[in-house]
């Protein structure tokens, strides 16, 4: 199994709030990415918090796990970097409001295991497309459910950075869980929202299809999303299982 990340401010930012965290665990690989909020220096604290906490679990859970879902122990995950933000929030109103998208996936044999809070995503990309396999927690995304706007008007929408759901704002979060059976030719994004807002998903479809490595998509998504003014920080997560898993 192939697997690559990269992480940069953009052209349009003084610091990256961004925070990823990936590698081999067990007989898969873990990968985290989280996207701070609560002010430059807090975002950042909140996203290097959160992904520590998350991989730090996860790994340990996975690697002493005997026949435990996987899908509950990224859940268990979550909350626990969740308590570990919500409590360092509380040590001080300096760090009031601070705290944190988080997605992540764990890859082992033929399955794929995510888990969300925010708006930070996971795709799956083959042939025939590009599929979100998570669903945003913002208020734009509860528009289009709404039918008030469409897709293509929420990607441009003046509220698209209102989250409903952030890890550490509250003292419990509700996260989201996907399983997802790997294909033969299948391959894996997880990103953070200043790709989505650069790139069309026509464009990260072409760019993952493309590249022969995790490595080279990586960096030609980054390098198209910084071309095209990326007005935010900006962090990929490239996952090239091969046939029958890792």
Avoid at 212 to 226: F, G, K, M, P, Y
Avoid at 232 to 245: C, F, M, Q, R
């Amino acid at each position: 199994m192939e697997f690559y990340a990269l992480s940069d401010k953009g052209p349009h930012r003084t610091d990256n709030q961004d925070s990823f965290e990936m590698g081999a665990v067990r007989d898969g690989v873990l990968a985290v990415v989280c996207d701070g909020m609560g002010g430059e220096a807090h975002g950042l604290l909140a996203s290097d918090l959160a992904a520590g906490r998350f991989f730090a679990f996860t790994r340990a859970a996975l690697e002493a796990s005997d026949g435990e879902d996987s899908a509950d122990i990224l859940a268990q995950a979550t909350d626990a970097a969740n308590r570990k933000v919500y409590r360092f929030a509380q040590q001080s109103e300096e760090y009031g409001g601070m705290g944190t998208t988080l997605v992540a996936g764990y890859w082992q044999g033929n399955t794929a295991y995510f888990i969300n809070v925010g708006d930070s995503r996971a795709y799956r990309i083959a042939k025939d497309g590009i599929v979100q396999i998570t669903k945003d927690h913002s208020l734009v995304q509860e528009m289009i459910d709404r039918g008030e706007i469409t897709q293509a008007q929420g990607r441009k929408h003046p509220q698209l950075k209102y989250i409903t759901r952030a890890v550490g704002s509250e003292r419990f979060v509700k996260s989201d869980s996907f399983t997802v059976p790997i294909r033969e030719g299948d391959r894996f994004l997880l990103c953070s929202d200043g790709l989505i807002k650069a790139l069309e998903d026509a464009e990260i479809h072409r760019v993952i299809l493309a590249e022969d490595s995790a490595e080279a998509a990586c960096r030609t998504l980054l390098r198209e999303a910084i071309e095209n003014d990326a007005r935010d920080n900006v962090t990929v997560v490239v996952i090239y299982p091969k046939k029958g898993g890792a």
